[in-house]
């Protein structure tokens, strides 16, 4: 057999988030996330991300004051609460090396503001990290995948308040505490997304912003966000100096539309604003064009005297990333656009879709991958990739996806060539190994596994799991180490 391309010890495995997948949003002491009051919305078109993540303090109480998780998806996941040790053995089953996972905060912290960790919410946990550790595969975990506590929300309008950093430290070093057997961290998921939906990145409530000042407002949550990362980072690299922190970027890959230098700069522009997030976690301080276009929008950031060093000091060992499609983008106030991972991008006339309209493009994984080693220079780390897609559970219990193994097909083989180019990627996590709710439309109908789980989006359903096709071709995937895809 001919040697992989991939390091033998590459980190093949799945993602999932502790929101989308777990249920119990309310047994064992947890507290109500921002998770718990996403509304499911049917007749809003899947292709409006900003109307299914848009939120009012009025539709906040309404969910508060409704105890079911009818129209919550997210409250019931898909039960693996009660059900990770037989999805962990399934998982186990495909050869994974590595699964990504968060810790919800409100299993720990119930409004965030506790002193101490709450006992269930910790055992839960380390249940999970001991079934893991038995079947060899290596967590990786996510300290903030859109879960903070409602009431942080709703009382301090979420990161917007600087004393909310308090309370995340306090919740990182109870994981430190508590799960030191853990080697890879990261800290905020897609931490670009604040701008794209605040409430579920930050637990900003809009009607509670400054008129006018919305922006300006998100910034400074950003910031503060971004300083929580240095300090948590610090602490790890104290408490744990064998652990690694990782940052985590949805990762926007932006082409000109044409080769007309209008399309070119804004295409320039667009990439620059994606990366400045972690060119702050990797290099320790803000972009000066960063700074700059915010003095030019008049956006103050209210830094505090020593943030920047604090920051300076302590900055991410790894740079891991989501990767779904690429965007195009153009001057032409008339361009035709297509929606993405919660954004909305000119349409590249040379790429398909899938039926929620996100552009497939394994090429730009590659693009992706080249560019982010050589502007940072770090180990990286894919922790999101795949295709929701509407499956089919066949009468015999089989699901023929050969749509979603070609899609993984495609974005390896440009893998491959990146890593063969010389690119150090150390570990590949697909997005919703196992059927989960959608982030941002709260779909079950939206799946992304190599198992398909019996429900609907209104949670009917017996729950139980079934492998597809591209079940058993990822397992021959990890087995022979990426070499064989057929
Ligand atoms: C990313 C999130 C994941 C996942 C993914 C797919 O933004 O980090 O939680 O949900 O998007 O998006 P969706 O679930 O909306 O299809």
Redesign the pocket.
């Known amino acids: 057999m001919p040697e992989s391309i991939f390091p033998k010890d590459f980190l093949w495995g799945g993602a999932v988030?502790a929101n989308?997948v777990e249920g119990a949003w309310n047994v064992a002491g947890k507290g109500l996330s921002v998770a718990d009051v996403a509304l499911y919305k049917p007749n809003v078109d899947v292709k409006n991300y900003k109307a299914h993540v848009a939120i009012t303090s009025q539709a906040i109480q309404e969910a508060m004051d409704d105890q079911t998780d009818t129209y919550y998806p997210k409250r019931r996941g898909v039960d693996f609460y009660h059900r990770y040790e037989e999805d962990i053995d399934l998982f186990a089953e495909m050869g994974f090396k590595a699964l990504r996972l968060s810790i919800a905060w409100t299993r720990l912290f119930p409004t965030g503001k506790e002193q101490t960790a709450n006992p269930e919410g910790i055992d839960f946990y380390k249940r999970v990290f001991a079934k893991l550790r038995s079947v060899n595969i290596e967590p990786i975990v996510t300290l903030s995948?859109?879960e903070m506590p409602l009431y942080l929300a709703v009382s301090n309008n979420g990161w917007v308040d600087r004393e909310v950093i308090d309370d995340f430290v306090r919740f990182c070093n109870a994981c430190y505490d508590n799960f030191p057997e853990v080697k890879y961290w990261l800290t905020f998921?897609?931490v670009d997304?604040i701008v794209r939906h605040p409430f579920t990145t930050a637990g900003i409530i809009p009607d509670k912003c400054e008129e006018g000042k919305e922006l300006e407002t998100i910034y400074r949550a950003l910031h503060h966000q971004l300083l929580a990362s240095a300090i948590v980072t610090r602490d790890l690299h104290t408490k744990l100096p064998e652990a690694k922190m990782g940052c985590m970027l949805?990762k926007l890959e932006t082409y000109a539309r044409t080769c007309a230098p209008e399309d070119v700069e804004l295409t320039f522009k667009k990439n620059l604003d994606n990366h400045f997030y972690t060119d702050v976690q990797v290099f320790g301080e803000y972009p000066r064009l960063i700074l700059r276009r915010m003095d030019l929008e008049g956006i103050d950031l209210n830094i505090q005297p020593g943030d920047l060093d604090i920051m300076k000091e302590n900055t991410v060992d790894f740079v891991t990333f989501?990767y779904?499609m690429s965007m195009t983008e153009s001057a032409d106030p008339d361009a035709e656009r297509t929606p993405g991972?919660?954004v909305l991008g000119v349409k590249n006339p040379y790429l398909p879709s899938t039926d929620?309209g996100w552009q497939i493009d394994p090429k730009g994984l590659k693009i992706s991958l080249l560019e982010l080693y050589d502007r940072y220079k770090k180990p990286l780390m894919i922790v999101?990739n795949g295709m929701?897609a509407k499956d089919i559970l066949e009468e015999d219990g089989t699901i023929h996806d050969l749509y979603r193994i070609d899609y993984f097909r495609a974005h390896f083989e440009q893998m491959r060539e990146a890593v063969n180019e010389g690119v150090d990627l150390i570990g590949y996590t697909s997005?919703?190994c196992i059927d989960l709710v959608?982030?941002?439309?709260s779909q079950m109908s939206?799946r992304?596994g190599f198992i398909y789980v019996d429900a609907d989006d209104e949670g009917n359903g017996t729950y139980d799991r079934f492998k597809k096709d591209s079940f058993y071709w990822y397992q021959k995937v990890i087995r022979t180490n990426g070499l064989d895809l057929n």
């Open positions: 988030a989308q995948h859109y998921n897609e997304s949805t989501s779904y991972n919660t929620w999101e929701g997005w919703g959608s982030a941002s439309t939206k992304y």
